[in-house]
């Protein structure tokens, strides 16, 4: 019999059914008690339901199961958006040293959000998804909206969420002494009509790199007037901020969103060398000692860099990427929903252009729907090592936010930043694997001096 019971939660749009192969298989290895949480009766496709709502209905849930709130009282597997969720709900009900969870084991989490959630607001969707196979049946034509704003790409609550619970004291948490967390998540997409949410560096639904807990976050302040010599142009970053603690993350090579946890075995016969793996991987991450923990995540870091393509021409699917996550913002705080992110690249060899790098190495680009000062944008940073790859060359940027300044037309606005006067915010080769690196999420806040004409406000002697 093991230790400790084990807590399994399912994500977004599921049921508690689906991870009944997978209880009954760490059952037989384990010998432990499968407590499966149902959060409110899984109400995650009605549109009033917000993570609040789950992180409170999961407490109600913990209470009424007899669970421990001991330290180390249980383990813990989740799956998609039952990764979000239980770091939801450790950080807003136990200091980073009192968790009962001693082992947390995140399958395909979302914890930085799923290029598929805004998507599930559509009209397609909610007749599909929120009619037709809904499970449990509740109001026809809800996906979950709360829900799904907080899945999406860039949105503010995964951002939130990282700053409360990935750094400082909020993320030692996760390491040894506390919480001991692994994360595995396929590198392959759906097969079939499914197929066609598929992108690359996905299991079909969420990112490798928005899998990962471990992420960085940096800071630029930009100047006011960049082309004046006695103001000066260079760009202010604060320095590059690691997420705190130690967690473990691995890329299970062949799985998708839906095959990592399982859900497709009727018996405890593992027929496939893909799938005896995955179980393997998920019970040494639920029996793994605090001593091994280092070397386990050794291990997988191992394993992942083996998968990654030599070269850029290698299988795009499993290129390393960054989900590079950026929120503009005014030197008030103030969001700034309008503007123009570019890049630029001297590349000698090459002689590629910026026009070329947007269409090889960055993806996609996603505005949050409802606050457009936060976008995702993804990266492909073994397409860019291929292009930044002597020394000399380099990356840089320019950012154009509107209203731009122009008086007396426009009174009050924003200069553009442009390529040719950034100075500190060009990236040599030499930082370029700092600052894009494979499967993780960046957070990158931009601030922007907003200026006002003399025009705004004006005082003048009264005679």
């Known amino acids: 019999m093991a230790e400790r019971p084990v807590v399994m939660i399912h994500g977004w749009s599921a049921t508690s059914e689906g ?61 998609s958006t039952g990764g979000p969720v239980i770091r939801d709900w450790l950080d807003r009900n136990f200091a980073p040293g009192d968790s009962p969870v001693g082992r947390l084991v995140m399958l395909a989490p979302a914890n930085f959000g799923s290029p598929l959630a805004h998507k599930g607001r559509s009209l397609i969707a909610r007749a599909l998804k929120g009619f037709i196979a809904k499970k449990p049946e509740g109001r026809p ?20 969420l990282a700053g409360r619970d990935r750094f400082g004291e909020g993320g030692t948490r996760y390491q040894p002494g506390n919480v001991l967390c692994t994360v595995l998540v396929g590198n392959t997409g759906y097969r079939g009509i499914r197929s066609i949410a598929n992108e690359e560096g996905s299991d079909g639904t969420v990112r490798v790199s928005t899998a990962n807990m471990n992420c960085v976050r940096l800071t630029a302040s930009f100047p006011a007037h960049p082309e004046d010599p006695e103001v000066g142009h260079d760009v202010y970053w604060s320095k590059m901020e690691e997420s705190t603690g130690s967690t473990a993350f691995g890329v299970l090579d062949g799985h998708n969103h839906g ?35 280092e070397q386990w995540r050794e291990e997988l870091a191992v394993r992942n860099e083996a998968l990654l393509p030599s070269t850029s021409r290698g299988n795009a699917q499993k290129h390393g990427f960054q989900n590079t996550v950026v929120r503009v913002e005014d030197q008030y705080g103030v969001g700034v929903d309008d503007f123009l992110l570019e890049f630029y690249e001297k590349d000698d060899d090459r002689g590629r252009t910026a026009e070329r790098f947007h269409r090889s190495a960055i993806r996609k680009v996603h505005k949050y729907r409802d606050d457009h000062s936060y976008r995702s944008v993804y990266i492909d940073c073994t397409r860019l090592a291929a292009a930044i790859d002597k020394v000399g060359e380099y990356l840089s940027m320019s950012l154009t936010a509107y209203p731009e300044l122009d008086p007396p037309k426009i009174p009050v606005g924003f200069e553009t930043i442009a390529d040719e006067h950034i100075g500190g915010l060009r990236i040599g080769k030499e930082d370029v694997n700092r600052f894009f690196a494979p499967h993780r999420t960046a957070l990158v806040s931009l601030q922007l001096e907003r200026q006002q004409s003399p025009e705004v406000f004006a005082l003048r002697d009264y005679p």
């Not at 095959?259 to 040494?284: E, P, Q, V, Y």
Request: charged letters at 30%; proline letters at 3%; a negative charge.
């Open 19 to 79: 991870l009944e192969p997978l209880a009954r298989l760490v059952r037989a290895q384990l010998g432990a008690e499968i407590s499966i949480v149902r959060l409110a009766d899984y109400l995650s496709m009605e549109d009033e339901v917000r993570f609040d709502d789950l992180v409170s209905a999961m407490d109600r849930a913990w209470d009424a199961e007899g669970l421990p709130r001991t330290t180390g009282g249980v383990d813990a597997l989740v799956h």
């Open 259 to 293: 095959t990592i946890k399982l859900s497709h075995l009727r018996t405890r016969r593992l027929r496939s060398k893909r799938d005896r793996g995955a179980l393997n991987d998920i019970i040494k991450s639920l029996t793994v000692q605090e001593d091994d923990f």
């Open 141 to 160: 034509f809800e996906t979950g909206t709360q829900i799904l704003k907080g899945l999406e790409l860039a949105s503010p609550y995964t951002w939130n």
